[in-house]
Protein backbone atom coordinates (compact mmCIF):
# COMPACT_ATOMS: atom_id res chain seq x y z
CA UNK A 1 0.00 0.00 0.00
CA UNK A 2 1.05 3.58 -0.44
CA UNK A 3 2.65 5.12 2.67
CA UNK A 4 2.73 8.89 1.12
CA UNK A 5 -0.24 10.49 -0.48
CA UNK A 6 0.32 12.16 -3.48
CA UNK A 7 1.30 15.75 -3.87
CA UNK A 8 -1.67 17.99 -5.26
CA UNK A 9 -0.32 20.01 -8.37
CA UNK A 10 -2.31 23.29 -9.33
CA UNK A 11 -2.84 26.31 -10.72
CA UNK A 12 -5.70 28.51 -9.93
CA UNK A 13 -6.65 31.36 -11.41
CA UNK A 14 -9.00 34.21 -10.03
CA UNK A 15 -11.95 31.62 -8.82
CA UNK A 16 -13.57 33.23 -5.94
CA UNK A 17 -12.32 32.19 -2.19
CA UNK A 18 -15.52 29.97 -1.54
CA UNK A 19 -14.67 27.49 -4.53
CA UNK A 20 -11.16 27.32 -3.29
CA UNK A 21 -12.14 26.44 -0.47
CA UNK A 22 -14.70 23.71 -1.20
CA UNK A 23 -11.40 22.16 -3.51
CA UNK A 24 -9.51 22.22 -0.33
CA UNK A 25 -12.09 20.19 1.39
CA UNK A 26 -13.07 18.18 -1.17
CA UNK A 27 -9.39 16.85 -2.15
CA UNK A 28 -8.52 16.74 2.01
CA UNK A 29 -11.25 14.70 2.10
CA UNK A 30 -9.89 11.94 -0.57
CA UNK A 31 -6.35 11.69 1.26
CA UNK A 32 -4.54 14.77 0.04
CA UNK A 33 -2.45 15.94 2.47
CA UNK A 34 -0.11 18.39 0.57
CA UNK A 35 -0.91 20.69 -1.78
CA UNK A 36 1.26 22.97 -4.58
CA UNK A 37 -0.66 25.64 -5.60
CA UNK A 38 0.61 28.87 -7.94
CA UNK A 39 -1.85 31.63 -8.53
CA UNK A 40 -2.04 33.44 -11.77
CA UNK A 41 -3.64 36.34 -12.48
CA UNK A 42 -4.07 38.01 -15.30
CA UNK A 43 -4.10 41.80 -15.86
CA UNK A 44 -8.13 42.75 -15.45
CA UNK A 45 -8.03 40.81 -12.38
CA UNK A 46 -8.18 43.70 -9.69
CA UNK A 47 -5.79 43.42 -6.85
CA UNK A 48 -8.09 43.03 -4.18
CA UNK A 49 -9.50 40.03 -5.70
CA UNK A 50 -6.22 39.24 -6.25
CA UNK A 51 -5.54 39.58 -2.23
CA UNK A 52 -8.65 38.21 -1.23
CA UNK A 53 -7.87 34.60 -2.73
CA UNK A 54 -3.77 34.72 -1.35
CA UNK A 55 -5.33 35.31 1.76
CA UNK A 56 -8.34 32.73 1.27
CA UNK A 57 -5.91 29.95 0.41
CA UNK A 58 -3.48 30.79 3.94
CA UNK A 59 -6.16 30.61 6.01
CA UNK A 60 -6.54 27.07 4.44
CA UNK A 61 -3.36 26.17 5.77
CA UNK A 62 -2.03 26.23 2.13
CA UNK A 63 0.93 28.68 1.41
CA UNK A 64 1.18 29.36 -2.04
CA UNK A 65 4.35 28.37 -3.96
CA UNK A 66 4.41 31.56 -6.50
CA UNK A 67 2.32 33.98 -7.66
CA UNK A 68 2.58 35.44 -11.11
CA UNK A 69 0.85 38.25 -13.58
CA UNK A 70 0.00 39.25 -16.74
CA UNK A 71 -1.28 37.43 -19.92
CA UNK A 72 -2.75 34.33 -19.86
CA UNK A 73 -1.15 32.12 -22.71
CA UNK A 74 -1.63 29.06 -23.33
CA UNK A 75 1.93 27.76 -22.25
CA UNK A 76 1.29 29.37 -19.08
CA UNK A 77 -0.44 26.90 -16.98
CA UNK A 78 2.07 24.22 -18.05
CA UNK A 79 5.08 26.18 -17.18
CA UNK A 80 3.64 26.85 -13.80
CA UNK A 81 2.36 23.29 -13.31
CA UNK A 82 6.31 21.73 -14.19
CA UNK A 83 7.58 23.95 -11.95
CA UNK A 84 5.01 22.39 -9.31
CA UNK A 85 5.74 19.13 -10.40
CA UNK A 86 9.44 19.85 -10.40
CA UNK A 87 9.48 21.18 -6.51
CA UNK A 88 6.90 18.10 -5.06
CA UNK A 89 9.77 15.97 -5.95
CA UNK A 90 8.90 12.04 -6.30
CA UNK A 91 6.13 9.84 -6.03
CA UNK A 92 2.65 10.17 -7.65
CA UNK A 93 1.47 13.53 -8.43
CA UNK A 94 -2.30 14.48 -8.40
CA UNK A 95 -3.30 16.90 -11.36
CA UNK A 96 -6.60 19.20 -11.07
CA UNK A 97 -7.60 22.53 -11.59
CA UNK A 98 -9.62 24.66 -9.09
CA UNK A 99 -12.69 23.90 -10.62
CA UNK A 100 -12.04 20.20 -11.18
CA UNK A 101 -13.27 17.72 -8.19
CA UNK A 102 -12.17 14.40 -8.33
CA UNK A 103 -14.34 11.11 -7.39
CA UNK A 104 -12.60 8.36 -7.35
CA UNK A 105 -14.16 4.39 -7.60
CA UNK A 106 -12.45 3.27 -4.39
CA UNK A 107 -9.97 5.07 -1.95
CA UNK A 108 -6.87 7.41 -3.44
CA UNK A 109 -4.39 4.96 -2.08
CA UNK A 110 -6.18 2.11 -3.51
CA UNK A 111 -6.16 3.55 -6.98
CA UNK A 112 -2.68 4.49 -6.66
CA UNK A 113 -1.94 0.59 -5.44
CA UNK A 114 -3.61 -0.89 -8.21
CA UNK A 115 -1.93 1.57 -11.16
CA UNK A 116 1.33 0.50 -9.90
CA UNK A 117 0.33 -3.11 -9.69
CA UNK A 118 -0.47 -3.58 -13.27
CA UNK A 119 2.37 -1.00 -14.34
CA UNK A 120 0.27 1.99 -15.17
CA UNK A 121 2.31 4.94 -14.36
CA UNK A 122 -0.82 7.40 -14.43
CA UNK A 123 -4.70 6.90 -13.69
CA UNK A 124 -7.01 8.63 -16.36
CA UNK A 125 -9.93 10.47 -15.47
CA UNK A 126 -12.96 11.75 -17.68
CA UNK A 127 -14.58 15.41 -17.54
CA UNK A 128 -17.95 15.34 -16.09
CA UNK A 129 -19.62 19.22 -17.13
CA UNK A 130 -21.70 19.97 -13.91
CA UNK A 131 -24.15 22.79 -14.57
CA UNK A 132 -27.53 24.18 -13.14
CA UNK A 133 -31.30 22.35 -12.97
CA UNK A 134 -31.96 25.53 -15.43
CA UNK A 135 -28.88 25.52 -17.50
CA UNK A 136 -28.25 29.04 -16.27
CA UNK A 137 -24.70 29.77 -15.71
CA UNK A 138 -25.30 31.18 -11.85
CA UNK A 139 -23.87 31.93 -8.57
CA UNK A 140 -24.01 29.31 -5.71
CA UNK A 141 -23.64 29.95 -1.90
CA UNK A 142 -21.47 28.23 -0.15
CA UNK A 143 -23.76 26.77 2.31
CA UNK A 144 -25.57 25.21 0.15
CA UNK A 145 -22.81 23.86 -1.45
CA UNK A 146 -22.14 23.04 -5.45
CA UNK A 147 -24.26 19.47 -5.68
CA UNK A 148 -27.30 21.80 -4.94
CA UNK A 149 -26.66 24.46 -7.34
CA UNK A 150 -25.14 22.33 -10.11
CA UNK A 151 -26.79 19.24 -9.79
CA UNK A 152 -26.81 18.03 -13.71
CA UNK A 153 -24.02 16.11 -14.84
CA UNK A 154 -23.02 15.65 -18.85
CA UNK A 155 -20.51 15.46 -21.47
CA UNK A 156 -20.96 19.11 -22.47
CA UNK A 157 -16.63 19.42 -23.33
CA UNK A 158 -16.84 16.21 -25.08
CA UNK A 159 -20.19 16.92 -27.27
CA UNK A 160 -20.90 20.17 -27.57
CA UNK A 161 -17.13 22.18 -27.37
CA UNK A 162 -15.34 19.17 -29.13
CA UNK A 163 -12.64 19.57 -26.67
CA UNK A 164 -10.73 17.04 -25.06
CA UNK A 165 -13.00 15.70 -22.07
CA UNK A 166 -10.05 13.44 -20.82
CA UNK A 167 -7.99 13.96 -18.05
CA UNK A 168 -4.91 12.33 -16.92
CA UNK A 169 -5.74 12.90 -12.83
CA UNK A 170 -2.28 11.32 -11.35
CA UNK A 171 1.00 10.39 -12.58
CA UNK A 172 4.13 9.55 -11.25
CA UNK A 173 6.49 12.20 -10.77
CA UNK A 174 8.82 11.35 -13.93
CA UNK A 175 5.80 10.94 -16.70
CA UNK A 176 5.48 13.73 -18.78
CA UNK A 177 2.06 15.46 -18.56
CA UNK A 178 0.75 17.46 -21.66
CA UNK A 179 -0.72 20.84 -21.28
CA UNK A 180 -4.33 20.86 -19.92
CA UNK A 181 -3.62 18.05 -18.20
CA UNK A 182 -5.53 15.86 -21.00
CA UNK A 183 -2.75 13.01 -21.88
CA UNK A 184 0.70 11.65 -21.08
CA UNK A 185 2.71 10.92 -24.35
CA UNK A 186 3.55 7.15 -24.22
CA UNK A 187 1.38 6.58 -21.06
CA UNK A 188 -1.92 4.64 -21.74
CA UNK A 189 -4.10 4.66 -18.55
CA UNK A 190 -6.56 1.86 -17.45
CA UNK A 191 -9.55 2.50 -19.57
CA UNK A 192 -11.85 0.25 -17.06
CA UNK A 193 -10.73 2.59 -13.80
CA UNK A 194 -11.64 6.08 -15.38
CA UNK A 195 -11.80 8.62 -12.35
CA UNK A 196 -14.71 11.32 -12.70
CA UNK A 197 -13.61 14.81 -12.87
CA UNK A 198 -16.34 17.02 -12.31
CA UNK A 199 -16.55 19.96 -13.89
CA UNK A 200 -17.50 23.19 -12.13
CA UNK A 201 -16.68 25.47 -14.54
CA UNK A 202 -19.90 26.73 -15.62
CA UNK A 203 -20.98 29.44 -13.14
CA UNK A 204 -21.39 32.96 -12.84
CA UNK A 205 -18.96 34.77 -15.13
CA UNK A 206 -17.65 32.20 -16.58
CA UNK A 207 -19.27 34.14 -20.06
CA UNK A 208 -17.34 37.20 -19.52
CA UNK A 209 -14.10 34.88 -19.47
CA UNK A 210 -14.91 33.29 -22.55
CA UNK A 211 -15.26 36.31 -24.50
CA UNK A 212 -12.21 37.99 -23.02
CA UNK A 213 -10.10 34.81 -23.83
CA UNK A 214 -11.25 34.55 -27.69
CA UNK A 215 -10.73 38.25 -27.82
CA UNK A 216 -7.13 37.66 -26.32
CA UNK A 217 -6.36 34.68 -28.36
CA UNK A 218 -7.80 36.17 -31.37
CA UNK A 219 -6.06 39.73 -31.28
CA UNK A 220 -2.36 37.61 -30.23
CA UNK A 221 -2.55 39.96 -26.85
CA UNK A 222 -2.46 36.03 -25.43
CA UNK A 223 -0.44 33.34 -27.36
CA UNK A 224 -1.74 30.16 -28.10
CA UNK A 225 -0.09 27.16 -30.08
CA UNK A 226 -3.35 25.85 -31.68
CA UNK A 227 -6.90 27.78 -32.64
CA UNK A 228 -8.81 24.62 -30.25
CA UNK A 229 -8.68 26.62 -26.95
CA UNK A 230 -11.09 29.57 -28.68
CA UNK A 231 -12.74 27.46 -30.85
CA UNK A 232 -13.96 25.80 -27.89
CA UNK A 233 -14.67 28.85 -26.09
CA UNK A 234 -17.08 30.10 -29.51
CA UNK A 235 -18.61 26.64 -29.51
CA UNK A 236 -19.99 27.78 -26.06
CA UNK A 237 -21.13 31.23 -26.35
CA UNK A 238 -22.85 30.95 -29.90
CA UNK A 239 -24.57 27.52 -27.71
CA UNK A 240 -26.04 29.99 -24.94
CA UNK A 241 -26.58 32.74 -27.47
CA UNK A 242 -29.15 30.79 -29.57
CA UNK A 243 -30.61 29.30 -26.55
CA UNK A 244 -31.50 32.49 -24.45
CA UNK A 245 -28.53 32.47 -22.73
CA UNK A 246 -28.94 29.19 -21.46
CA UNK A 247 -27.19 25.78 -21.50
CA UNK A 248 -29.75 23.93 -23.98
CA UNK A 249 -30.21 20.82 -21.05
CA UNK A 250 -32.82 18.88 -22.69
CA UNK A 251 -30.39 18.19 -25.86
CA UNK A 252 -29.94 13.96 -25.38
CA UNK A 253 -25.93 14.82 -26.64
CA UNK A 254 -24.96 15.84 -23.41
CA UNK A 255 -26.61 13.38 -21.22
CA UNK A 256 -27.43 15.60 -18.61
CA UNK A 257 -28.58 13.64 -15.37
CA UNK A 258 -28.48 14.11 -11.81
CA UNK A 259 -25.55 13.12 -10.36
CA UNK A 260 -23.68 13.82 -6.53
CA UNK A 261 -20.15 14.02 -5.71
CA UNK A 262 -20.57 11.74 -2.73
CA UNK A 263 -21.64 8.60 -5.34
CA UNK A 264 -20.21 7.63 -8.78
CA UNK A 265 -22.22 7.87 -11.71
CA UNK A 266 -24.66 4.92 -12.08
CA UNK A 267 -22.83 2.38 -15.17
CA UNK A 268 -19.95 5.02 -15.22
CA UNK A 269 -17.21 2.48 -15.46
CA UNK A 270 -18.47 1.58 -18.84
CA UNK A 271 -19.38 5.23 -19.82
CA UNK A 272 -16.48 6.55 -19.13
CA UNK A 273 -14.96 3.29 -20.89
CA UNK A 274 -16.36 4.03 -24.34
CA UNK A 275 -15.79 7.84 -24.24
CA UNK A 276 -11.97 7.45 -23.32
CA UNK A 277 -11.87 4.55 -25.79
CA UNK A 278 -13.13 6.43 -28.75
CA UNK A 279 -12.15 9.99 -28.63
CA UNK A 280 -10.70 11.28 -31.40
CA UNK A 281 -10.11 15.11 -32.31
CA UNK A 282 -13.18 16.75 -33.58
CA UNK A 283 -12.45 17.05 -37.21
CA UNK A 284 -12.36 21.05 -38.26
CA UNK A 285 -15.10 20.57 -41.35
CA UNK A 286 -17.66 23.14 -41.08
CA UNK A 287 -19.87 24.21 -38.06
CA UNK A 288 -21.51 22.00 -36.03
CA UNK A 289 -25.14 22.81 -37.19
CA UNK A 290 -26.81 21.53 -34.07
CA UNK A 291 -24.99 23.62 -31.82
Request: charged share 20%.
Amino acid sequence: MLSTPPALIAVVGPVEPPLLAAWVRHHRWLGVERFLIAFHFPEHVPDQQRHELQDASRELGIIPTGTSTGPWHEHTNTQLRDALRHRAGQGWHLLADADEFQQYPAPLSEVIAQAEKSGHRVVGGLMLDRIAASGRLTGWRPEGGLDLAYPLGGHLTHRLLHGDPRKIVLARHDVTVAGGNHRAPGQHPNADRICAVHHFKWRSGVLDDLRRRVQHFSTGTWQEQTPAVRDEASRLLSHVGQHGGVINTSDPRFAFRRVSLDRMPFSWSSEARSIVTAWRPHAQAGQDQRQ
